[in-house]
């Protein structure tokens, strides 16, 4: 019962994790599309973790209805 919240607070840490560090480099950063380009590459690894989650994959092969 508690596994998907453990999950949930688990992404959640990990998404403010990556905001303050694109802060940090936006701040450091004389060129915004190199930002931009690292803010996409954080994504694609972000959402390839949870597309090889458990939780995604028990989410799937869960029948409708």
Do not use: C, N, V
């Amino acid at each position: 019962m508690l596994e998907p919240s453990l999950i949930w607070l688990d992404w959640w840490r990990r998404g403010a994790a990556l905001g303050w560090g694109s802060l940090q480099r936006l701040a450091s950063l004389p060129d915004p599309g190199q930002l931009r380009s690292w803010w996409l590459t954080d994504m694609r690894h972000l959402t390839a973790d949870y597309l090889k989650s458990p939780a995604f994959f028990a989410w799937m092969t869960t029948p409708a209805g």
